[in-house]
């Protein structure tokens, strides 16, 4: 913030770019819950050794039901990130504030 505010020398500018540092941070938390979310499960599946096509189509349901219907898992770094993202975002309306 204070390098911000050494080259622009304007308020609402350096809490605009906090605002938008903040989007940025949320945006990669959710990403980070969203990989461990099971989105892809059931869409594409790998052939193995020996497979032939008939059974390559076959996708277990059960289990496609199972991986999708887990819990949603929040791990460190989507915490830390949404975390940090929510107060940048809260420095920022505060400093726009005064």
Same mark, same amino acid.
């Given at each position: =913030?204070?390098?911000?505010? #050494?080259? /622009?020398? *304007?308020?609402? /500018?350096? @809490? *605009?770019?906090?605002? =938008?540092?903040? %989007? %940025?941070?949320? %945006?990669? $938390?959710? !990403? !980070? &819950?969203?990989?461990? $979310?099971?989105?892809?499960?059931?869409? !594409?599946?790998?052939?193995?050794? $020996?497979?032939?096509?008939?059974?390559?189509?076959?996708?277990? #349901?059960?289990? #496609? $039901?199972?991986?999708? *219907? @887990?819990?949603?898992?929040?791990?460190?770094?989507?915490?830390?990130f949404l975390n940090i993202g929510?107060?940048?975002?809260?420095? @920022?309306? %505060? &400093? @726009?504030?005064?």
């Open positions: =913030m204070l390098i911000d505010w #050494v080259f /622009v020398r *304007n308020i609402i /500018v350096v @809490s *605009n770019h906090f605002f =938008m540092a903040g %989007l %940025l941070l949320l %945006l990669i $938390g959710i !990403f !980070f &819950i969203l990989e461990r $979310g099971h989105l892809f499960t059931g869409w !594409f599946r790998r052939s193995a050794k $020996g497979e032939d096509e008939a059974d390559r189509k076959k996708i277990d #349901v059960h289990k #496609v $039901g199972r991986e999708k *219907n @887990s819990p949603i898992v929040i791990t460190k770094p989507a915490h830390y929510g107060f940048t975002i809260v420095v @920022s309306v %505060l &400093i @726009s504030l005064f």
